[in-house]
């Protein structure tokens, strides 16, 4: 296979420039040692959840039996330190995304909450009956419902931007669709489904010639590249801890400040307050606005130590080095007789989604993980993805940096033994 | 892999290749509609009854190998059969798929053809995609005595 001879000299002449050490790596995460059915565990779920470093577990740890207490709350020593680890984590994720202000990141319990959210305060105070708002086909349900929900709410109409058979937003549709009744634009930054990279910063430009906010989906992509808020332009901007090597249950939502500072709050509580009387409650300055109730501090600080480490190793050697494994992967299971990859973008991250024929993806995933290989079998929260490639569900392995090539090659002897069974 | 090879059997794999009584039924005096949110499967189900006794039943639909074959031989074992028997033989599988194995041995021979599910139990997370027709099965009977009791 001349391809796949082409990738790995390609890959190891930019491995020579910037040594990356996998199996150092792989020492950093316990759970890469994991048995699973008696093979070595094959972790290719890494869209779903990532696996957690030990310097992100030591962190959540450290907070727990060394300085815990609530934060921004008492004058005592614990507090004050939790506190400072707490903020200290909010400048690591603004630094990480590129934002120009701490107070322009939110912690929220994922990206999902992030988009909660903006759909639930921007848009109570921007969008009404007969406005619109632009999503794309190939969002994740986390991207549609909460916009669906608002237009329910308000009367504004939910219109989607169509993708092509390669997986890619058709920029022409995207544009038309821009009026001047578009009141936000939701776009995903990675697919999750389909790897797809879309162009974000050349979409936020045509929707900022219509003067429309855009919010982007970063889930799948603050894991994979080098984010900067600024650069993309984008006026929201929503990542999840869970999915870039860091705690669950913790995310961050980055808001251009002068569309943040006027935004209502999200849900009421403490901390969301400066003054409260039964007649009036003026409430805090952003990030605190939205920080209703006492935060996931020990999560945010996880957050802060997956910050940390993705950094150690820099996001532009991570995004080469699985960009080599994506090649290699996509050209080994393209080799296979049977095997159809859905979503074949031009710019691809990580993601490898196929079916095979004649086995379903829910069988495929059961016999895989019998051969020790986690992958996700199902629509992968994007149901209007697969009714556009007219397929119930798809196999998807998702890639992480930690991954190998001798992984990739196990996966494929299982999609020749799911071909064994199902002939 | 031997695992596998209990779960995948032959029948198993030749009714997804090849399902029972697919179709629709025209004039069905039932049908009902099953999915299995989490990964997809859909099916749907049409229902003749000859009295109390099923005359035929057909499905379409989409699914995994083991909820396709369990459909198509669920089409298959209840024809004939009174709907105090449909009841008995889906507590029967389900016991089969998820129950004490020293039981299953004694409810066993009246299972029949639905014995080639055995493999299943060691798939916990299969086990929906077995029971998916005989839940539809079920609903489209439901559907039945609620239209009875409107009459």
Redo the contacts between chains.
Sequence with gaps: MPELDEVKQADSASAAEHPFEVERIRQDFPALTLSVHGQPLVYLDNAASTQKPVSVLDAVDRCYREYYSNVHRGVHHLSQKATDAYEEARRKVQGFVGASRAEEIVFVRGATEGINLVASTFGRSRVKAGDEVLITEMEHHSNIVPWQMLCEQTGATLRVAPIDDRGEVILEEYEKLLNDRTRIAAIVHISNALGTINPVSRMVEMAHSRDVPVLVDGAQAAPHALVDVEALGCDFFVCSGHKMFGPTGIGALYGRWDLLSTMPPYQGGGEMIRSVTFTKTEYAEPPARFEAGTPNIAGAIGMGAAVDYLQGIGLETIGRYELGLLEYATSALSAIPGVRLIGTAAHRASVVSFTID??????VG??LD?EGIAVR???HCA?PV?DHFGV??TVRASLAFYNQRQEIDRLVSGVEKVKE??N | ?S??MD??QEVI?DHN?HPRNFGQIEHADHCAHGDNP?????LTLYLKMDGNRVAEVRFEG?????S?ASASILTEVVQGKTLEQVESLFESFHELLTGDPSVVAEVGPELGKLAVFAGVRE?P??VK?ATLAWHTLKAAIADEDAAATTE
Excluded at chain 1, 358 to 363: E, T, Y
Aim: include cysteine.
């Design positions: 004649g086995a379903h993806p829910h069988d059961t016999i019998r079998a199902g629509h149901q697969m119930p569900a069974i199902f | 892999m695992e596998l779960l995948y794999l290749k989490l990964c997809g499967d859909q989409q699914g995994c190998a083991i396709t798939f997370v299969r995609c």
